[in-house]
């Protein structure tokens, strides 16, 4: 069928429906006399009569009324498919692939992904869990998570996360044995778990701050972990004092198992973002989901 064919019969269903050229032509947006050289037309292919005119009144004839019956529910069902087309467009679904550490997807990501996709089967999240700093473009991912400070300028971020803390800590036993250090300056008599950044390979260097005073401290012991939750089970037997996020240590700390010292030289800093392209065009999915995510203090 030709496009033309398709506005014909369209137009016919409208005056059959209205009863009126005039009140059809409105309808359509279209002149009375373009709309009756329409149906003209139409009826001059099909070699029927499918309208009766009087000055009163338009009814459809015989061949009229069998055309409607076949053709009101197939332009319906056009309608009813074409609407769908269209809830697919806003409607949330795809699949939204993201890059993240494994502390940020388990503190951050997972309770906001468990809440929400219950309710939208059709949006899936792949979510990889990379230590490293991963190209997102080249990678095709949609986003990344990543702490505040260290997202490049050329990507949108969105907060999406609390402050973050570190925190030094030891075990009772090592902490009797070794003293309790005041200031960053004692950590050089004290053995320390080091922890490797999978990023650049080197040691993290122990960031404490206090008063405007900052010290980045290469510190020295036995062991080293690229895991932070190795270095904190380091620390709990008994080799060293640790630096890590304090949430990796909040139940050693509560029950006992882990002391926290230098707490003053511990401040807060720019919790996790979500950062993704500034040319990205959002579809309806990944809208969702940076808006369930986005953090709300």
Request: net charge positive; glycine share 8%.
């Amino acid at each position: 069928m030709r496009r033309e064919e398709l506005v014909d019969l369209n137009a016919f269903l409208v005056v059959a429906e209205e009863r009126s050229f005039t009140r059809a032509a409105a309808r359509l947006g279209t002149s009375q006399s373009a709309l009756s050289h329409t149906i003209r037309r139409l009826e001059a292919r099909l070699g029927v009569r499918l309208l009766t005119r009087t000055t009163r009144r338009v009814a459809p004839t015989e061949a009229g009324e069998q055309l409607l019956k076949t053709l009101g529910p197939a332009l319906d069902n056009i309608a009813a498919e074409l609407s769908s087309l269209s809830e697919l467009r806003v409607k949330p679904a795809g699949t939204i692939r993201i890059t993240a550490t494994e502390h940020a997807a388990g503190t951050v990501l997972w309770p906001v992904l468990a809440r929400l996709l219950p309710d939208y089967p059709d949006v899936h999240v792949e979510l990889a869990i990379e230590s490293g700093f991963t190209d997102i473009v080249a990678q095709r991912f949609d986003a990344g998570v990543r702490l505040g400070e260290s997202i490049a300028r050329d990507m949108v971020a969105v907060r999406i996360g609390p402050d973050l803390r570190m925190a030094v800590v030891g075990s009772p036993a090592y902490l009797a044995r070794r003293g309790r250090p005041h200031t960053p300056r004692d950590l050089a008599r004290h053995q320390c778990i080091n922890l490797r950044l999978p990023t650049a390979g080197g040691l993290y260097a122990w960031e404490l701050e206090k008063g405007g005073r900052e010290h980045r401290m290469r510190v020295e012991g036995q062991l080293a972990f690229n895991n932070a939750i190795m270095v904190v089970r380091a620390a709990v037997a008994g080799f060293g004092l640790a630096c890590v996020l304090e949430d990796h240590v909040e139940v050693q700390v509560a029950d006992g198992s882990l002391v926290r010292v230098l707490e003053d030289w511990c401040p807060a800093f720019a919790g996790y973002h979500l950062y993704y392209p500034s040319r990205r065009q959002p579809s309806a999915a990944f809208s969702l989901l940076v808006d369930a995510l986005r953090y709300r203090s």
